[in-house]
């Protein structure tokens, strides 16, 4: 089973810049699809930015053009890179993680989709402020 450990949250102004990384270690964790959900005080959890293991990055559109994405297999982490934060960013986020499901030659993942992911770490707190 692949562990999760997220790092990297804190606070910031409203413009700053933050990067989350997510340590990924267990069998197979290279071939892992992998996600970052948020999720605010009252509020749903809530996809934030996905990659699958052909390196291909699904955002939201909240975060579109402001976060960045990224897998470093070798390093065995994922990170996301947040910059121009804004108060609506505040949340704690989560790194998820769900092997793919292979359908002939291709591995597949489920971008986005909450229900589907069935690893996750115990998150880390962005707090931005205006």
């Known amino acids: 089973q692949v562990q999760l450990v997220e790092s990297g949250g804190g606070s910031e102004q409203a413009g700053g810049s933050l990067r989350l990384s997510c340590g990924v270690s267990g069998p197979g964790q290279r071939t892992w699809c992998l996600a970052w959900f948020r999720q605010a005080p009252g509020k749903e959890r809530e996809g934030v930015a996905s990659?699958?293991?052909?390196?291909?990055?699904i955002y939201a559109d909240s975060v579109k053009g402001r976060f960045t994405l990224s897998r470093d297999n070798g390093a065995n982490t994922l990170y996301l890179q947040m910059d121009n934060l804004r108060p609506e960013d505040t949340a704690r986020y989560y790194c998820?993680?769900?092997?793919?499901?292979?359908?002939?030659?291709?591995?597949?993942?489920?971008?986005?989709?909450?229900?589907?992911?069935?690893?996750w770490g115990q998150g880390t707190q962005v707090t931005v402020s205006s």
């Open positions: 990659i699958d293991n052909y390196r291909r990055v």
């Open positions: 998820a993680a769900v092997r793919p499901q292979v359908v002939g030659s291709d591995w597949r993942c489920p971008a986005l989709a909450l229900v589907q992911y069935n690893t």
